[in-house]
């Protein structure tokens, strides 16, 4: 049987899948704290509760990633004054696990620009918008103006088109 099944996520695991894979777990880790269980008179109920809290730490580790984190610990772990391995917690474990993956690339946001068409309004067009608006024939004014009531007309006939613009009463 294959002990080194790589899990890319454990919520994507059969409900069969998960409980086959916490067990494992679990056994492991029980290897790992007997060494660790010196009073023969801990009760069952308290390592029972101990290696649930493991398992429940660990269960998104594959199985090669916690032997590593184990290895690593052995190897790098904190010890007491007289050179013996202090007991491990889940949480160290887990923090060994994490910094042995990949760290995600980052991929930048681009921003993107949508132009909306330009809306080009022919003199007509202006003229036609302005006498519904304002009623009056504008025509000579357009014409004789050096061009600066031609595009202020234009903004208005850009807006009016566009549905920001309202009609007013005409004026006389």
């Keep these: 049987m294959n002990d080194q099944v790589e899990i890319r996520r454990f919520s994507e695991l059969s409900r069969q899948q998960q409980e086959d894979h916490r067990a494992k777990i679990g056994a492991k880790i029980e290897s790992i704290l007997l060494s660790f269980w010196r009073e023969e008179n801990i009760p069952d109920l308290v390592r029972a509760y101990e290696l649930q809290g493991w398992v429940d730490v660990l269960e998104v580790c594959s199985h090669s990633e916690i032997r590593a984190a184990w290895t690593d610990y052995q190897k790098n772990g904190p010890r007491s004054a007289n050179r013996r391995l202090l007991k491990p917690d889940a949480g160290a474990l887990w923090q060994i696990v994490l910094a042995s993956r990949p760290k995600p690339k980052a991929t930048p946001i681009v921003p ?9 309004v022919t003199m007509e067009q202006r003229q036609s918008i302005m006498r519904e608006t304002w009623g009056g024939d504008f025509s000579d004014q357009a014409q004789a103006s050096n061009g600066h009531e031609s595009r202020a007309l234009g903004a208005l006939a850009q807006a009016v088109l566009r549905g920001e613009g309202q009609a007013s009463e005409a004026k006389p």
Aim: glycine content about 0%; hydrophobic content about 45%.
């Design 112 to 120: 993107q620009i949508v132009e909306s068409p330009r809306l080009i």
